[in-house]
């Protein structure tokens, strides 16, 4: 879907560490066209940014000038130009906040939603806050939890329009690290995972959360002695660090309805282990929000 | 020290899954030479052991039969040859239980030593028990508990000359994936950690182990929103990651006074944990428990 679909009106571009997918958008807000590749910002100079855009939106570009609004690490330090934190409590995203980039095409105007940052505890969110806009927009006077399961998890609590707090945890990143590259690694294999493991490691990390340090190296431990299988290590391991996620961020979802933001797999993975605690959920796709987030910011566009 | 000292009687070797390292031994019991190369088990075919030994010890060699006796994951199923575990409770080395590797020169005899299992919960190591058979040797009717710590760390329960029981805690390797290879290498940076910020890590993660999910983010939020240091950032993470192995080894050194076993930078780090919690310890070498270990096991060898 990268033909010349002439009426795109803006773009949306969701630009993380490893990935850059884009979306345009005609004046009704429909979705007339849409690419992606793996020219993510952690792969990317300054300079390489603006060629690694049109590449992919090139062919939707009319004679004026389409504006571009961005959101993720493309706005880190190290990504296209700066867009600095803004502290919550805060509204995920405000008009005025936006960057602008430096581009040299005169077809483009490509502006970049800064992440938000906490102080006590110390924590950051870039890309995030765009889908907890969106959620909101999904969701007019949304009060409570959303959860954005990922590489790293971010809860958030929504109240009065601002996001007033937020938790992340990096247990993407850690149950990638160990499942592919630890010892462990002999012991899964593939990507189907067994429910019944996934219950059992889930409710022993959260009962005895002191213990997991223990508990990791027995998945190749039962694999060697007693043929644990591949799918009930990648279980037991999904549910031991899922089950330690939940265990720090108990007060986050305790007695709360959540609203899980994300890919359908993962957020049907949390929605599992939170419904083991009694805690209903609903899911809203990623793309979707991060789209309706973006959406919000073109109204106060400077023209 | 590759020279030939023609009076080696017997050769001492640690081959672990990333190096191997051997000692020439004279009939006194004296090292007379040492070597070590990066051809661990890890990256040799089965028929690719006996040269990479050969390489090492050749110059060592005269014309009779040397003995050469191995210790560690050169005995695993995807080793030269498997030794297969024995099961806990047993003596760490048993003189009977030594499995004779094929070789083709007619110089060399290598015999390796079995690793140790343990049904439930699930468990095993191989290359310890030879250190803890030698740390048994220097301290002969040794009762209570012994800490190796390490990219696996072990802690095993001595009694009666045997090992009754142990626990393996994957802390080193969870340590060096998070300082290397996870977002959080951009906060750390050389070899040197913070004290305070270990203690105030590990303690927290001993009276708060359910929130340890919480707490490693945090490490690259400080660095990126008040300029955490590297070295207090190196502290944090590390004792965090000891923090959660002692919230899970309670019951193994509460009360006790432990024998460490390791490399002395990583034992003194152990030390400080433990004696923060009012916990002796006593630090023994690896290399002098794995030369004592194998030591032990020359008396029984078949002639």
Request: charged share 20%.
């Given at each position: 879907m990268t033909d010349k679909p002439n009426s795109v009106s803006w773009i949306a571009a969701d630009w993380g560490t490893s990935n850059l997918r884009v979306h345009g958008v005609g004046a009704d807000g429909a979705i007339l066209a849409e690419a992606a590749s793996d020219e993510g910002m952690g792969s990317l100079a300054p300079?390489?940014?603006?060629?690694?855009?049109?590449?992919?939106?090139?062919?939707?570009?009319?004679?004026?000038?389409?504006?571009?609004?961005?959101?993720?690490?493309?706005?880190?330090?190290?990504?296209?130009?700066?867009?600095?934190?803004?502290?919550?409590?805060?509204?995920?995203?405000?008009?005025?906040?936006?960057?602008?980039?430096?581009?040299?095409?005169?077809?483009?105007a490509v502006w970049i939603a800064p992440g938000l940052s906490q102080a006590r505890p110390a924590d950051v969110m870039r890309g995030e806050e765009t889908q907890i806009a969106g959620a909101m927009a999904l969701h007019p006077g949304f009060d409570g939890v959303m959860c954005l399961p990922g590489t790293h998890s971010k809860w958030a609590r929504v109240s009065a329009d601002e996001v007033t707090g937020f938790q992340t945890c990096m247990t993407g990143e850690l149950f990638a690290l160990l499942a592919r590259q630890s010892?462990?690694?002999?012991?899964?294999?593939?990507?189907?995972?067994?429910?019944?493991?996934?219950?059992?490691?889930?409710?022993?990390?959260?009962?005895?959360?002191?213990?997991?340090?223990?508990?990791?190296?027995?998945?190749?431990?039962?694999?060697?002695?007693s043929g644990l299988s591949p799918e009930a290590a990648r279980g037991r391991l999904s549910g031991r660090l899922i089950g330690m996620e939940l265990a720090a961020t108990r007060p986050w979802w305790l007695g709360q309805r959540v609203v899980l933001i994300g890919s359908a797999p993962l957020c049907a993975t949390y929605a599992r282990a939170l419904a083991a605690q009694g805690v209903p959920s609903e899911t809203l796709p990623a793309a979707g929000c991060t789209l309706a987030g973006l959406s919000t910011l073109l109204p106060g566009l400077p023209r």
């Open positions: 300079d390489a940014f603006e060629p690694a855009l049109l590449r992919l939106v090139g062919p939707w570009l009319g004679a004026g000038v389409t504006p571009v609004l961005a959101a993720g690490m493309v706005g880190a330090r190290q990504g296209w130009t700066e867009a600095a934190y803004r502290a919550v409590p805060c509204p995920p995203l405000a008009p005025g906040g936006l960057t602008r980039a430096p581009t040299r095409d005169p077809r483009l010892v462990l690694r002999h012991s899964l294999a593939g990507e189907v995972s067994d429910d019944a493991s996934f219950d059992e490691a889930l409710s022993d990390a959260l009962s005895r959360p002191e213990r997991v340090a223990a508990r990791l190296f027995s998945i190749r431990a039962e694999s060697l002695l």
